[in-house]
């Protein structure tokens, strides 16, 4: 086995942690097509995969690798696929496939700049919104966004599990400047890694509905071959699994696929809290711009200035708790990303007009610098006194 | 086996009626692909059966196996994913011209190319059936569609020379009218272990007929029955005397290395240092 | 120590991104933290190539280097660039066979024949890039000896594991040559 079984320190990058993170938690097939900044996460799966009996294939586009990701997961396969930009794009129409039909995949976007082409090896935060909102119609939504190496380990085994649990497509929203450095690294060893796999239908196929939801709201699943018989469409369905051809059905079933996300919605919305109980200012910040973010924090409390930091670690759902809880105690939050203004409407939203939300926007394809956020914390400093 | 006994064991009965038109033949192929599956003694349970979206890519959900309803184009894909993930089910795939030729014509010379075990039939009615009449790649030129109100300029394609150009291993073309054949072609095609590919002439009465002048269906069979010269006829027949006809039959068959046996043989074995 | 950031920097080919990776790997096998990122897609296009490293004992946040500790300019196109973005206090290194021009540059500048080292004393001009390991690990001691040489090991093919330690101590060697003269 690829995953080392003991704790050991290493030098990674976020997209080798995610290779190492997708074996840990139980993929075992791979499609995909190169796109910088992703395609070290194709390259490992390649080598990595087929020692342990499992396939790659670099299919013809991004739109075939997400085709092929979903067939490989109804056949009974934990599978992903990794893209960037461009590619997000084109996948869209299948990851609502995949949405509607609930067929687990776990999707890495390593965010590029863009929009189209962009600046193809440079670092933004620009597809917050379309992670949340690239397919069309209501639909579900988990994007995870990793700010270290370790966590683009932990989050990778946490989108395959919570796609597993919940049937639906999960998207790994890293940026370049996480999937490109390396940094240490100690990966938990293989029995501290909890591994979730999809639940089996155990009625008989004569009386079994392939989408009559289980307790958590999600209909077990059988892979094709196991004898269930069982149809999967894109079009609105009953419990049945047959196009229905109507709205009652689409209302019943499209309600229910966000329900299980949001019944599960307190544990999977996750933001890590640094110092921002006592803050004055509070930094809203994810990714790699946290990093940033968190040693602003320290810098400027050196210097006198309180200042505290919530990283979101899911950006969907988004963790709006976590802005709750400070939004009676800071005189002023700064939303740091690199666009030019998408996560800000969510924490706008739980803050509730209750402090002012001041942006803080760079899309000159450099990373949101330490001093950046002082100098404006100082300038709104100055403002909110 | 008698028809009922067909559609008995093959069918999901409780979702017929079908939702195809009068006179299309649809109906046929699926008939012919369950008819085949059947000569093939097929695994029922061990047998995916993927589309993707058109009046065509509908036949899966009144056929009772594991089926795939996917999205416009994207059967191949898909169904790439299924093979490749479990080489030991069977994977057909059924597909429109619009579908296989045009949005997923990427898809089709991939597959074709990879030689993948996947045994494909396309449903060829000329026309975008399920929205209404607009031309597609496989309209011969200057056929009118609700799209080309002038006539259709495009030069349309041959897919079966196309597929064998990308690679494909067993190609073959039929027609709704020569059902008995185009049992015999799909039977063929499912034996073959590689990528194989069955084009169906099919009539569209609906929306192809009605535009280019065939009253009705039956006037659409007619035409392939004089149209259609099989490939050992041809043979003795000169270009003057085949202009304007087409062939079918076996039009392409050759045995290759079959990408899931390959990849399971030389990448699992490599990476697993078995061979060198 | 409590943080030091450097900056590798030349032409692809030199070997500058596998130094920068085997100097953060022999910083974790000291028990420090260390962050390694390198220059991609057009800033490593026209032959320039660059890797940056940040050692600390400390958790390592901001993962880029703004102004560098400590530069190693092995082409000139580097060192016109990148002597600016090294502290005043800081330390420029340059290959003096291929840089000869010195902007200027406040800090304490030391000029090695770094590549001409590798071709001449240790025969394989392909180990510059650990010659440079050797000199700037011989000038700072940024990790440990027996880090350094572990992590070089690690990493080269295990044919080449002589040569490489060759080359090593030929930088340390020189190294302590332009300290000496530094001292005089
Ligand atoms: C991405 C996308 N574009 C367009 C459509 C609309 N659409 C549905 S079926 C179809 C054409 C189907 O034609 P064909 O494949 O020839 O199948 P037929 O209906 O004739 O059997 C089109 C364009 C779609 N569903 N998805």
Redesign the pocket.
């Known amino acids: 086995m690829p995953v080392p079984t003991e704790r050991k320190a290493q030098l990674l990058s976020g997209n080798e942690a995610c290779v190492q993170g997708a074996i840990a938690a139980g993929v075992r097939f791979f499609a995909g097509y190169p796109i910088t900044p992703s395609t070290e996460i194709a390259e490992g799966l390649a080598v990595e995969l087929p020692k342990i009996g499992g396939k790659f294939i670099q299919m013809e586009d991004e739109i075939a690798s997400m085709g092929a990701v979903i067939g490989a997961s109804l056949a009974g396969l934990k599978s992903m696929t990794a893209t960037s930009g461009p590619g997000f794009s084109l996948k869209q129409?299948n990851i609502g496939f995949a949405a509607l039909t609930e067929i687990p995949c776990v999707i890495v976007n390593v965010q590029r700049y863009g929009p189209s082409t962009g600046l193809p090896t440079s670092p933004a935060q620009g597809d917050i919104m379309q992670a949340r909102w690239g397919t069309h119609g209501d639909h579900p939504a988990i994007a995870l966004m990793p700010a270290s190496v370790r966590e683009a380990f932990d989050l990778t085994v946490q989108a395959v599990n919570l796609s597993e649990e919940l049937r639906t497509p999960v998207i790994l929203l890293m940026d370049e400047v996480v999937g490109h450095m390396r940094e240490r690294v100690e990966l938990p060893a293989t029995d501290e890694i909890t591994v979730v796999n999809r639940v089996k239908p155990t009625e008989d196929p004569e009386h079994f509905l392939p989408y009559k939801p289980g307790p958590n709201l999600v209909p077990p699943m059988p892979a094709f071959g196991d004898g269930y018989r069982f149809h999967v469409t894109g079009l609105v369905h009953n419990e049945t699994g047959f196009p229905s051809g109507k709205g009652k059905d689409g209302n019943i079933l499209v309600r229910r696929l966000l329900a299980k996300i949001e019944q599960r919605q307190p544990s999977i919305a996750q933001a890590e809290l640094y110092q921002a109980d006592d803050a004055d200012i509070v930094i809203v910040a994810a990714g790699s711009v946290a990093r940033s973010a968190r040693a602003a924090v320290k810098e400027a409390r050196a210097q006198g200035l309180k200042l505290g930091l919530v990283r979101p670690i899911t950006a969907w759902p988004f963790p709006a708790e976590a802005i709750n809880s400070v939004a009676t105690t800071a005189k002023a939050m700064i939303v740091a990303e690199m666009n030019l203004g998408q996560m800000i409407i969510e924490v706008e939203r739980a803050a509730c007009g209750r402090v002012p939300v001041i942006g803080l926007n760079r899309i000159d394809a450099e990373l949101i610098t330490p001093q950046d956020i002082i100098a404006r914390a100082q300038e709104v400093t100055k403002n909110v006194r | 086996m008698s028809v009922k006994e067909l559609v008995e064991r093959y069918c999901r009965t409780s979702k017929l009626p079908h939702i195809w038109c009068p006179g299309c033949g649809?109906g046929i192929i699926m008939g012919a692909v369950m008819r085949a599956l059947d000569k093939a003694d097929i695994d029922q349970d061990k047998t995916v059966i993927v589309s993707?979206?058109?009046?065509?890519?509908r036949a899966p959900g009144y056929m009772n196996f594991d089926t795939l309803h996917t999205?416009?184009?994207r059967a191949l894909a898909y169904a790439t994913g299924v093979k490749m993930a479990n080489p030991d089910l069977n994977v057909v795939v059924l597909?429109?011209?619009?579908?296989?030729s045009?949005?997923g014509g990427n898809h089709l010379i991939h597959a074709a190319r990879r030689n993948i075990n996947l045994t494909v039939v396309v449903?060829?009615?000329s026309?975008?059936?399920?929205?209404g009449g607009?031309y597609?790649p496989?309209t011969p030129t200057h056929s009118y569609a609700t799209t080309a109100p002038y006539g259709s300029i495009d030069r349309n394609f041959d897919l079966c020379k196309l597929v064998q150009a990308a690679g494909g291993t067993y190609v073959a073309r039929g027609t709704t009218y020569h059902t008995r054949q185009l049992v015999d072609q799909i039977v063929a095609g499912l034996g073959h272990n590689g990528f194989s590919f069955i084009e169906v002439i099919t009539q569209?009465p609906m929306?192809f007929g009605r535009k280019n002048k065939f009253p009705s269906a039956v006037d659409m069979l007619k035409w392939q029955q004089e149209h259609a010269v099989p490939v050992k006829a041809a043979a003795k027949m000169t270009s003057e005397q085949l202009a304007g006809k087409f062939l079918i039959g076996e039009l392409y068959h050759e045995e290759a290395p079959e990408y899931t046996a390959v990849y399971e043989k030389e990448v699992i074995a490599k990476a697993r240092g078995e061979v060198k | 120590m409590k943080k030091l950031e450097l900056r590798l920097s030349g032409f692809g080919g030199q070997g500058l991104i596998t130094a920068g990776i085997i100097l953060a790997e022999a910083a974790i096998l000291d028990g420090n933290n260390a962050v390694q990122s390198q220059s991609y897609g057009p800033e490593a296009r026209g032959g320039a190539s660059k890797a940056e490293v940040i050692i600390s004992n400390e958790e390592i946040d901001y993962p880029k280097v703004g102004e560098a500790d400590l530069c190693l300019a092995m082409s000139q196109q580097a060192c016109d660039k990148y002597a600016a973005q090294t502290r005043p206090n800081g330390i420029l290194v340059v290959d003096s066979g291929l840089v000869k021009n010195i902007p200027e540059f406040p800090g304490r500048i030391y000029a090695v024949p770094i590549t001409e080292i590798a071709t001449s004393e240790v025969g394989r001009g392909i180990v510059a890039n650990i010659v440079a390991l050797g000199v700037i690990n011989g000038i700072t001691n940024i990790v440990t000896k027996e880090s350094l040489e572990t992590a070089v090991l690690d990493r080269v093919p295990p044919k080449t594991k002589d040569l490489n330690k060759k080359a090593l101590k030929a930088g340390y060697q020189a190294a302590q040559k332009v300290l000496q003269r530094e001292g005089e």
Do not use: K, P, R, V
Not at chain 2, 95 to 100: A, F, L, P, S, Y
């Open positions: 129409e | 649809n993707g979206i058109g009046c065509s890519s999205t416009h184009g597909t429109g011209d619009g579908d296989c045009a949005i449903f060829n009615n026309i975008y059936g399920m929205t607009q597609s496989l569209c929306y």
